[in-house]
């Protein structure tokens, strides 16, 4: 199955760390100039997400796959994104990227994380599940902040059956 690569404007930069988090390439470049946007996006074969009409338009008038997002909720984008490009919105930790700079993660136990030397505290849980970044070295674990998650991708999931039905 074809993982989709995305390229993510400005606006949209929460967006770019969930779809990391789904497991996909997504590229933020908040500072490039639309044309510097454009020419990445076309070059790397990216999906240029934007909420910018003028953007889409200059976008696709140089043949570069691009979505227009509407509305300013992150449930919404989500669903579009699962509607149009069959996104699954289930997060799944050995697919997932860095958040904050793209990576794919590693696993790695908890006896293989302290031998690491990275962490000079004790791991917040004892499940042995965690997840490194092997460029900027940030840990990851399920932590309470997955429900949080989890109820994000619910809504999008309700929300994406919705909008499946009125298209």
């Not at 919105?89 to 904050?100: F, G, K, Q, S």
């Not at 690491?116 to 599940?129: A, F, H, Q, R, S």
């Not at 997840?131 to 070295?137: A, D, L, Q, S, T």
């Amino acid at each position: 199955m074809r993982r989709e690569k995305f390229l993510v404007n400005s606006m949209l930069g929460n967006l770019a760390r969930w779809l990391r988090l789904l497991g996909f390439d997504s590229k933020y470049l908040p500072h490039e100039s639309d044309n510097e946007l454009i020419e990445y996006a076309r070059r790397e074969q990216r999906i240029l997400l934007t909420k910018d009409r003028d953007l889409a338009e200059k976008a696709r008038r140089r043949g570069v796959n691009v979505l227009l997002l509407k509305g300013n909720r992150l449930e919404t984008w989500l669903a579009t994104l699962s509607n149009r490009y069959g996104i699954s919105l289930e997060i799944d930790p050995n697919l997932a990227r860095c958040p904050h700079c793209n990576t794919p993660l590693q696993r790695v136990s908890a006896k293989a994380l302290a031998e690491l030397n990275i962490i000079t505290w004790k791991p917040p849980v004892e499940k042995g599940e965690y997840w490194i970044c092997p460029k900027c070295r940030q840990v990851y674990w399920k932590g309470r902040h997955l429900k949080s998650i989890v109820s994000i991708l619910n809504k999008a999931k309700k929300m994406s059956k919705f909008l499946g039905r009125s298209t």
